[in-house]
């Protein structure tokens, strides 16, 4: 866990004020996701992102597809999504992403920074990027 060790352990000991009943009609597959989504959305408000804005996902693992989805229901105009692993590229382009594979193309020109608007996800930060305005790192 963050807070206390264990947290890949069958069994855990915590305080109840940390833990959240799920209720009843929402399944443990659905459950399982909504802490990384709640963290997805918490991103995508924190780092500026508008409607129409162009993005770009920094790894295409399932929390990136994801982010992917979460940003294509925001509005975003474009979802450009790196990996190195060329299945899940295919997968980002079947979701309606643009893949890039920064092993075989120089993502300086992909993403020309200062010709639009353009919105950086990772799973280690979010950085909005807007020529001329303030930018926010969280």
Do not use: W
């Not at 009843?24 to 597959?29: C, E, F, M, P, T």
């Not at 229901?73 to 382009?93: N, T, Y």
Request: with cysteine.
């Amino acid at each position: 866990g963050i807070d206390t060790d264990g947290g890949m352990c069958q069994t855990v000991y915590t305080d109840e004020d940390v833990l959240f009943k799920v209720p009843d009609g929402v399944s443990d597959k659905a459950a399982a996701v909504i802490e990384p989504l709640a963290v997805l959305v918490h991103a995508i408000h924190m780092s500026g992102f508008e409607a129409l804005d162009t993005a770009v996902v920094v790894g295409a693992g399932p929390i990136g597809m994801l982010c992917g989805i979460m940003l294509k229901h925001a509005g975003a105009s474009k979802i450009f999504i790196s990996d190195v692993v060329e299945k899940r590229l295919e997968i980002a382009e079947e979701l309606g992403f643009i893949p890039v594979n920064p092993a075989k193309e120089n993502l300086e020109t992909t993403f020309p920074l200062l010709s639009s608007t353009i919105s950086f996800f990772s799973l280690s930060f979010v950085h909005s990027i807007r020529p001329f305005e303030k930018t926010a790192i969280t």
